[in-house]
């Protein structure tokens, strides 16, 4: 309980994080009124009623490799944490709570806004708990790659290029891959469990094997 | 010359560098690949109306190469140098060699055009002769000034790039805005279903440049296009010289 309250107030006082929630609200908020005004001129809606959360994903990711890259930058940060928490299992499990713990709110404030212009409230909790996950399996990505701009690009690239690519020339590989719950969660939402674990497990083998 | 030819090492020694080097080559003749199957029926439905789009649309659509190189060759200069002193940054001894600001800024963004146009010539070539390649009679011969304002449009991006980094002194920003906008879900393209004056903004109009095909609320001449790119590449790059100026390192 002790781990997972230092992590929350270490993930709480980074000011990059804060300005990262701050503006993933901000731009989400903006993206719902475009969204909603294209809609009202015969713009892209109604299949792809989650649409904004398609974009608004890419700052949970940007949360996500920021949290776990934080603790490699330079100063090697993860040394002193280690110091004061030597079992590297448990500690990554405190901070994979602290994680969700923290971006929980940020997660359900967008969810609620887009679920809000869409007028579909019964998928906030749905959308919530995909942005969460998208974090964490973000985080994994970052704690294994340990520096930011790398492991963002690599996330960015699978979210927004063969994610996307992937889709349109395999229709049948929608079900399998991890940001198809975004717009369609009674596809994909297994398959981003199953991703966010799969990373989560092989992030934490990682960091049990590897020299800080 | 010499600071030029440092700032080049400097850029090609960076291994994120090389990642967008690499996605920049490879992903556009991949896009063209993966929907080869596809644009085959809509041309032989003649769904396909404006052919000699092929290639060139897909260059418009993924820009990550020169994103990347204009961010990191700013935000690698701001991330720490040692483990043992957080605060030191590249940063500094940069400026310690060459302290004229300016003279600094003009030699990165130099490296950045040399590098980022080298990627999109190779770019334009592989994915301009894989479409001959695949579609052959069907598709008319490369148009060399429209894949010439392709490469334009690469190394604006990745002024763009370089100039909101200097901005926001962090690649982060940079990163994710563009690249999130610069592929299939684009922000800027819903904007142009909201307000007409969306086709001016920097990427939609820079791919008038050369992509004819897509509908647009109003419709900007290749060199018209061309100047409102450049002109909003100026803007901000002035904001981000006077700033890097004005600023502590």
Redesign the interface.
Known sequence: MNAVHAELRKLLTLPSLRWTALLTLAVNVLLCLAYAAAGSRGGPTGADALAPLASSQAGFLAMGALAAASEHQAGAQIRTTLLALPRRLPLQAAKATALVVGTLPVAAGVAATVALVVGDSGRTAAATAYLVLTTVLAASVGGLVRRLLPALLALLTLYFVAGPLLRLRFGSSAPWLPDTAATDPSHGAAATVVWTLAALVLAAFAVSRRDA | MSRVHAELRKLLGL??AW??LV?GVV?NPL?VL??AS?TRRMIASGALTDVADLGLQELAV?V?GPV?LG??VV?SEY?????D??GARQLTTTLAAVPGRLRLLAAKGIAVVLVVAAQATVATTATLALVQLLYGDQVPAPDLPRAAAAVLYWVLTALLAYAITLIAR????P??LL??NS???S?SY??T??TDLAVYLPDLAGTRMFVRGRAFPVELAPVTAGLVMAAWVAALLAAGCILFQRRDA
């Open positions: 291994p994120t990642a967008g996605l992903l896009v993966l929907n596809a993924v990550i990347v961010v990191v935000s991330t720490s140098t040692a483990d002193a957080p962090t690649g982060v920003v990163l994710t690249i999130v592929t299939l879900v922000v819903l904007l279903k909201v």
